[in-house]
Nanobody
């Protein structure tokens, strides 16, 4: 199992930007599907994006497409989420997840992932 540690959350105003990082305990580039998920208070967990093999597969939720960009740095075993044009509705705890697949499923379903980080809070004020 891989250990994941997120960082980079914070408070920003609407329209601002943040970059989240997820450091993995081992190389996940080619053997894991990686994902970002988020959960706001009182709401169900929502899939944000999944990525495999540095971008061979990338799938964004419609709510973030065009505003968020996912990337991987294999040399650092780190997954990133660049978030721009942030909106108050992006406020949530953001979690990194990993599952040992050669590829990713065709839906953003957190129930398919078994390795999770502790989360990092993102708060966007209007």
């Amino acid at each position: 199992q891989v250990q994941l540690v997120e960082s980079g959350g914070g408070s920003v105003q609407s329209g601002g930007s943040l970059r989240l990082s997820c450091a993995a305990s081992k190389d996940t580039y080619s053997d894991y599907c990686m994902g970002w998920f988020r959960q706001a208070p009182g709401k169900e967990r929502e899939g944000v994006v999944t990525i495999y093999n540095g971008g061979t597969w990338i799938f964004y939720a419609a709510s973030v497409r065009g505003r968020f960009t996912v990337s991987q740095d294999r040399s650092k075993n780190t997954l990133y989420l660049e978030m721009s044009s942030l909106k108050p509705e992006d406020t949530a705890m953001y979690y990194c997840a990993a599952e040992p697949w050669r590829g990713c499923p065709d839906r953003l379903d957190g129930d398919l992932f078994h390795s999770w980080g502790q989360g990092t809070q993102v708060t966007v004020s209007s």
